[in-house]
């Protein structure tokens, strides 16, 4: 027999009400199971076998490359969630790495330790380390080629590309790419 994709397990003892007019999704990261109901995060509570709310609202979450950790966003805020760190689940795990005015867009990781996001108009580069100040950099708002033609960057979107480690930014109808950015 084996392993065939099917588990007819029931892994929740509450059971959910579905709403047609909602998506939905899982996501399994580590030994924590999350439920996207929408624009609500729900994340799987094993003592009670039930689906507890995490977080509201949220566009997007992406697992680090190490897999400890998850950043999730929505319009104005960007978070970190420890997974493995034993504790109860409650807001000690979750860290608010960054609040903007402006509407998160895209967020990739750089690396365990480094996200990268725009918000708006901006390219920001932050680490995750929330013990003391949380060093944070902002991209210039133009690009110089090398031909010294310059870019204004106006509602970039960013995409990282893990094994180049390169970013690419498509701005003004042009797509731009930079050289390794991590060693």
Known sequence: ????????????????????????????????????EGSNLLL?????????????PVKVLKVSPDGQKIAYYNDNEVFIYYLNNNLPVDRQNKVLLQKS???????????NDYLIFTAGNKITISEIDHRGNIN????????SLADE?????????????????????????????????LP
């Open 44 to 56: 799987f509570n094993k003592e009670s076998k039930s689906f507890d709310s995490f977080w509201s």
């Open 1 to 36: 027999s084996g392993l065939d994709g099917q588990n007819t397990q029931k892994i929740s003892q509450v059971p959910l009400e579905v709403d047609a007019k909602k998506s939905y999704s899982i996501e399994i990261f580590s030994q924590s199971t999350f439920l996207k």
């Open 101 to 111: 005015s402006e509407v998160v867009t895209d967020l990739y990781w750089l690396n």
């Open 149 to 181: 033609e310059s870019i204004d960057i106006a509602k970039p979107e960013i995409f990282f590309d893990q094994p180049s480690k390169k970013l690419y930014v498509l701005t003004e109808n042009k797509l731009l790419f930079s050289d390794k950015i």
């Open 136 to 143: 944070a950099v902002l991209l210039s708002d133009s690009i």
